[in-house]
């Protein structure tokens, strides 16, 4: 039996609704620097990612793309594992919502809390949209319509089932504040739990939906999914083992040592998540860690010019260690990031390739010069080599707390202060003219040596940010394995005594900063150039052929009064009379279009507008900020049909 002391982190798992992009990086790869760290120090890790899969939205993503839901987030779920294993995260199990054994433990986690009288059903009151069979919040709403199709909402109510997260105020306020546990960083958030959410009262949560299907059902009542967090939240527990057959690491590795997350979502995971296992009498987390966003200029991610931030292209162009480093070092503890690629040349020229690729370099390039790559056992020490190793004893503890507290980006500046000090002394030492005298070779071969072995210490505290290039540099500077370990770190001088070091690739190449982003910019499309909505994803034959679209010709056209947008027609289908609306106002006078032939969807829902139905629509196609409707010659007749 191993005696290892077990360790369990976790990332949230991430919405399949779009491609994985730079944001859920950053998270993923501060577990993974936390997962290699203490497996090097010796633990047994449980490093868990996945994906939360259920829900209205995917429901809704999958419908538009003409798939199954299933077949949508199967999609999704491969592009999240193709970026992680191209960053090289380290994860030891991938939850899906949907993996079977999930799905069991939810339901039966459900039942659980319902035996024990934390979940009852009630009635669940909303603003509903009727068309779109969707419920809404008040915030929700966009000038008090649905925030989908624009139309109004009505009061309406759903049965649906509660958890009595109103039961745990204060014990979930205790938890909050003990000094001791520290359940909670960064400390700021946890008034914002307190003042925002306990004080003004905790709210029983919704746990049940009928609205729609794209869930885990409720075993004992037909018709009722697991609205999202109950069945979110489990997968720290089912993904162990609790509650099925498919894993037996529930005992080992609960309590998890630390979730992760942004800000966002902290509420979720200090409230909700707690009152749960507090309801199931399971042992609480020891600590939630919610980070700041990386944010993108104007806060959206877009392929606005020069700012192509696809991890994919990224790290291919720049080097996976490179993107790493630059995401981990660039976000603060607790604040907000920006991304720009901009940023991100600038640090790896001036850390990576200046500081760290440079001094690797310079040293190795001298060892090969003046001692043909082999330091001679002869050294000669002194007291001003203190300076730079005084500072590098005091990494190694210091960058295990703050790498597992996720205060990596401090961690990393303190090791490249470390690298500069390096740097310095070697220009303070001159090793250049320490070589013009024979006599001064064992003091010349004391600071290459220092050199190499500062190198060697910094490079293993920096390996689980780095996990690709630091082997490459324990190769150049002549690094064995047992001395590249987590604990030898902290030791002086562990390099051996006549190392031989070897001449390998340039680690990080600079990057020409403006000649990149011009690159990046060719890359993308200028966004005048892009069409103003992206393509659409592939749909099925059947939603096409489900649409019935005819030449129809206009009768009669006229202006809705009060409305600039909106044209009243009145169109013969061939079949007969209808009347449509259209918003095409502003680009044509009614006259104009009078007897004109046009392309239409005539098996639309009618649909109300300005107090008129509108049966179908007309169709019209973008022509910069206009729109022009589609029109055929009068050879084609009426109710001819376009396919
Ligand atoms: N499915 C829920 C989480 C359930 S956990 C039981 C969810 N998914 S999400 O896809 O929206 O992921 C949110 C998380 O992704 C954030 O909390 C953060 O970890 C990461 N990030 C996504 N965008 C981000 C940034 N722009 N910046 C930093 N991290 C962000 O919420």
């Known amino acids: ?17 779009g491609n994985p992009h730079i944001g859920h990086c950053y998270t993923t790869l501060a577990c993974d620097v936390v997962a290699r760290m203490k497996r090097m120090q010796g633990f047994d890790v449980m490093f868990l990612t996945g994906t939360d899969e259920h829900g209205q939205k ?6 538009e793309a003409g798939v199954t839901p299933q077949e949508y987030v199967d999609g999704i779920v491969a592009n999240f594992k193709k970026l992680w294993e191209l960053l090289g ?12 054994y999930h799905v069991e433990s939810v339901q039966k986690i459900f039942k659980e809390l319902y035996d024990r009288g934390y979940i009852y059903k009630g009635e669940y009151k909303g603003k509903y949209c009727k068309p779109c069979e969707s419920f809404w919040t008040e915030s929700q709403l966009v000038d008090g319509k649905c925030p989908d199709c624009g139309r109004e909402c009505v009061d309406a109510s759903e049965e649906a089932y509660f958890f009595k997260l109103s039961d745990f105020s204060d014990r979930l306020e205790k938890l909050l504040t003990d000094e001791e546990l520290n359940f909670l960083e960064p400390k700021s958030r946890v008034n914002e739990m307190i003042n925002n959410f306990i004080k003004p009262g905790l709210q ?23 609205y999202v967090w109950i069945d ?31 800000k966002e979502i902290i509420r979720f995971h200090t409230l909700i998540w707690p009152a749960m296992l507090m309801a199931l009498d399971l042992p609480l987390p020891k600590k939630v860690v919610g980070h700041g966003w990386i944010t993108f200029g104007g806060g959206k991610m877009s392929k606005s010019s020069g700012n192509v931030i696809d991890p994919f292209v990224l790290s291919e162009r720049y080097g996976v260690d490179s993107l790493r480093y630059h995401l981990l070092r660039e976000m603060p503890f607790g604040a907000d990031a920006p991304y720009t690629n901009e940023m991100m040349f600038n640090r790896i020229n001036c850390d990576l390739a200046n500081d760290l690729g440079n001094l690797v370099s310079r040293t190795v390039a001298m060892a090969i010069k003046y001692f043909d790559g082999t330091l001679p056992v002869d050294k000669e020490f002194n007291d001003s080599d203190e300076e730079l190793l005084k500072m590098t004893d005091e990494l190694p503890s210091f960058v295990a707390e703050n790498y597992e507290s996720l205060h990596i980006s401090d961690a990393l500046d303190k090791i490249f202060r470390v690298i500069a000090r390096a740097n310095k002394y070697i220009d303070e030492n001159e090793p250049w003219v320490l070589a013009k005298d024979e006599a001064k070779k064992p003091r010349l071969a004391a600071v290459l040596y220092n050199l190499l072995d500062t190198v060697r210490r910094c490079s293993i505290l920096l390996s689980p940010v780095m996990p690709h290039i630091c082997p490459e540099i324990y190769e150049q500077i002549g690094a064995c394995e047992c001395c590249t370990k987590w604990e030898a770190a902290s030791e002086r001088h562990a390099l051996k005594a006549d190392v031989t070091v070897q001449k390998g690739r340039v680690l990080f190449p600079r990057i020409d900063v403006e000649k990149e982003i011009a690159e990046l910019d060719a890359l993308s499309p200028k966004k005048a150039d892009l069409p103003e909505e992206p393509l659409k994803p592939l749909t099925k034959f059947d939603n096409f052929a489900a649409l019935d ?3 129809v010709k206009v009768l009669s056209c006229e202006k809705v009064k009060k409305s600039d947008k909106l044209l009243l027609f009145k169109v013969d289908d061939g079949f007969g009379e209808r009347q449509v609306l259209s918003g095409i ?11 004109k032939t046009l392309a239409m969807i005539v098996n639309l829902e009618p649909r109300k507008m300005m ?12 022509d910069g900020d206009k729109f022009r409707v589609v029109e055929f010659g009068d050879d084609i007749k009426p109710g001819a049909d376009i396919s």
């Not at 919704?206 to 869930?215: D, L, M, N």
């Not at 107090?611 to 973008?622: A, H, L, Q």
């Open 1 to 17: 039996m191993s005696e290892k002391k077990p360790f369990y982190i976790t990332t949230p798992i991430y919405y399949p609704s």
């Open 58 to 63: 995917i429901e809704d993503k999958a419908k």
């Open 89 to 100: 995260i380290s994860y030891d199990r991938y939850i899906r919502t949907t993996d079977p």
């Open 204 to 226: 029983d949560l919704c746990v049940s939906r009928t609205s729609f299907t794209w869930g885990v059902p409720v075993t004992f009542d037909p018709g009722h999914v697991v």
């Open 232 to 262: 979110a939240l489990s997968n720290y527990i089912t993904a162990l083992g609790y509650d099925n057959s498919e894993y037996d690491d529930f005992s080992k590795f609960w309590p998890a040592d630390i979730h992760v997350m942004a």
């Open 549 to 551: 679209l005819r030449a």
């Open 585 to 595: 106002a502003k680009y044509y006078e009614p006259e104009d279009l009078i007897g």
């Open 611 to 622: 107090g008129y139905e509108s049966n179908g629509m007309i169709m019209s196609v973008r």
